[in-house]
């Protein structure tokens, strides 16, 4: 869309600055992502999958001496049992296992490193780490009675400030993300409320000006599985702890893409290659090779 289209579509967005805008007309819009989890989660326990609640604190795994085609040495690591330390208790659940999904967010790396993913020398396939960790990321909620209108989509704006109404009571949801220079500390979930006043209500009123009287209501902040590489997700089998799955480093994507990636892991688990879409480029040893697939709109 063209300034003028998007100024006759939307009289409430300020264009200063815009040259072009996309506008989903279909197969578009958001999702509640609590209730999201909650109806995966509902739906799996009617077919059978057990969740057990606890911290992975080892794994046991076996060990092969194998050579490359140019006569390099590389050990094989397959993972027979891990130790789980359940809630509100002092002891592990030794749990025998074929496959090992690592699905665990923000903290997927330090599972990686409890199975000796990285434990190599620096620029070997061995000693190339898993290059997820935690970044906290703030979500508003705020009231503004004049704002916008129940077609407001979500918008996404050329700063990096993003919202989206929440409700029908004039009730909007957003945030930003913070550049490097601005990351908080990952170590505790408080939320920085002048991050809002100083990084992200001045963009918001910008672009929309009716936020200029806007009250903020609430806000919480959780944790992205920022993969510092390229910030895209790690998708299938480690090279070398050859029953060790990823599904993990979506940088903020990951409940958007959960379903397709559920499908792609089953894929590799059950029929050892991906078959609905190749995400081979996604793979693990993309580190090791340095083959970036960047992804620039991170909100």
Known sequence: ?????????????NTEGVALASYGMEDEGWFDPWCLLQGLRRKVQSLGV?????????FVSSSQRMLTTDDKAVVLKRIHEVHVKMDRSLEYQPVECAIVINAAGA???????????????PGTLQGTKLPVE?????VYVWHCPQGP?????????????????EGLGSNYLGGRSPTEQEEPDPANLEVDHDFFQDKVWPHLALRVPAFETLKVQSAWAGYYDYNTFDQNGVVGPHPLV????????????????APGIGRAVAEMVLKGRFQTIDLSPFLFTRFYLGEKIQENNII
Not at 2 to 7: A, E, H, K, M, Y
Not at 134 to 138: D, E, G, I, S, T
Not at 242 to 257: C, E, I, K, R
């Open 107 to 121: 903290w997927s790396a330090q599972i990686a490193a409890l199975a000796g993913v990285g434990e190599g020398p």
């Open 1 to 13: 869309m063209s300034p003028d289209q998007l100024r006759n579509k939307f009289p409430w967005i």
């Open 50 to 58: 057990l969740f057990c609640q606890g911290e992975v604190t080892r």
């Open 134 to 138: 935690p970044r906290k990321r703030y």
């Open 242 to 257: 050859v029953n060790m799955y990823f599904a993990t480093g979506f940088s903020g994507h990951g409940l958007q893409q």
């Open 149 to 165: 209108g129940l077609e407001t989509p979500l918008v996404a704006d050329t700063s990096g400030a993003y919202f989206r109404r």
